[in-house]
T-cell receptor, first 108, second 115 residues
Framework: GDSVVQTEGQVLPSEGDSLIVNCSYE??????LFWYVQYPGEGPQLHLK?????DKGRNKGFEAMYRKETTSFHLEKDSVQESDSAVYFC???????FGAGTRLTVKP | DVKVTQSSRYLVKRTGEKVFLECVQD?????MFWYRQDPGLGLRLIYF???????EKGDIPEGYSVSREKKERFSLILESASTNQTSMYLC??????????????FGPGTRLTVL
């Protein structure tokens, strides 16, 4: 099956910093790509998605570009806020495999 | 809005007990999933179901079984709980007609502790 690798562990930017959380995947086909977000005490929820190559998913100031040539779907934001603190999971097209999760903790 | 509910938020059981985790979705979704979430390991798929009475093993089915007698309900069963099954369990559902491109909707999770 497909596999996905994302930025490991925890990321600790300060409020107003820019952010990139890496996601790369291995696949024998070209899936839709998802980022899920999990806030404390809740289950994951869809954050943004891109259905095909060169599409860009957007939500709450976050963006991710579906790059077929590099098989990547990095999550980016120009200026993070404390309220963005959560765990972020990258997932290709419901192969039902998720990345290990990246904990974003934004310092005030 | 899709709502996925799980029977308990917190559960404490003893080694060897049979444990039932229940999940219900209210949007007539075809697909339902059970994951466990552990620090550093992300979400790992235990079982999924794409139709009533149908089930497929995920990546870590050992020690678990599932039941889907009704479309809206998907139960995870730990036949004989062990301490290494202490974890957060997440149920999810998606619309169906193939698994591809479907957003998954998750419940709030059940934190199970096995003593």
């Amino acid at each position: 099956g497909d596999s996905v690798v994302q930025t490991e562990g925890q990321v600790l930017p300060s409020e107003g910093d820019s952010l990139i959380v890496n996601c790369s995947y291995e696949t024998t086909q070209y899936p839709s790509l998802f980022w899920y977000v999990q806030y404390p005490g809740e289950g994951p929820q869809l954050h943004l998605k891109a259905m095909k190559a060169n599409d860009k998913g957007r939500n709450k100031g976050f963006e991710a570009m579906y790059r077929k040539e590099t098989t990547s779907f990095h999550l980016e934001k120009d200026s993070v806020q404390e309220s963005d603190s959560a765990v972020y999971f990258c997932a290709p097209d419901n192969d039902m495999r998720f990345g290990a999760g990246t904990r974003l903790t934004v310092k005030p | 809005d899709v709502k996925v509910t799980q029977s308990s938020r917190y559960l404490v059981k003893r080694t060897g007990e049979k444990v039932f985790l229940e999940c219900v979705q209210d949007m007539d979704h075809e697909n339902m999933f059970w994951y466990r979430q552990d620090p550093g390991l992300g979400l790992r798929l235990i079982y999924f179901s794409y139709d009533v009475k149908m089930k497929e093993k995920g990546d870590i089915p050992e020690g678990y079984s599932v039941s889907r007698e009704k479309k809206e309900r998907f139960s995870l069963i730990l036949e004989s709980a062990s301490t290494n099954q202490t974890s957060m369990y997440l149920c999810a559902s998606s619309l169906g007609v193939g698994l591809a491109t479907d957003t998954q909707y998750f419940g709030p999770g059940t934190r199970l502790t096995v003593l």
